[in-house]
């Protein structure tokens, strides 16, 4: 079992930037991908950005060069870094994490980024 905890989300102007964290705990030994999802009102959930164990990347075109992806392993967290927001970020805003021999999928709370215009 995993658990995920985020924080860091909030109001910001456009242009902005914000930082979002997640924390995990239980079986973090047997954590593989972390990444960023985020749902936008009336939107499917989407993939914002994700890392490996190994560190690799991958990001949403959508926020390309505006957002950073990193891992800590040894205080197993993730942070993703948002600069340059625009309104069409405004979503809720989960942490995932892929876990164990048979990818369980596990997710944090959600937390809110509101970007205003």
């Known amino acids: 079992q995993v658990q995920l905890v985020e924080s860091g989300g909030g109001l910001v102007q456009a242009g902005g930037s914000l930082r979002l964290s997640c924390a995990a705990s239980?079986?973090?030994?047997?954590?593989?991908?972390m990444g960023w999802y985020r749902q936008a009102p009336g939107k499917q959930r989407e993939l914002v950005a994700s890392?490996?164990?190994?560190?690799?990347?991958n990001y949403a075109d959508s926020v390309k060069a505006r957002f950073t992806i990193s891992r800590d392993n040894a205080k197993n967290t993730v942070i993703l870094q948002m600069s340059s927001l625009k309104p069409e970020d405004t979503a809720d805003y989960y942490c995932?994490?892929?876990?164990?021999?048979?990818?369980?999928?596990?997710w944090g709370q959600g937390t809110q980024v509101i970007v205003s215009s």
């Open positions: 995932a994490a892929i876990e164990g021999e048979y990818d369980r999928m596990y």
């Open positions: 890392i490996t164990s190994g560190g690799s990347t």
């Open positions: 239980g079986t973090i030994l047997s954590i593989k991908t």
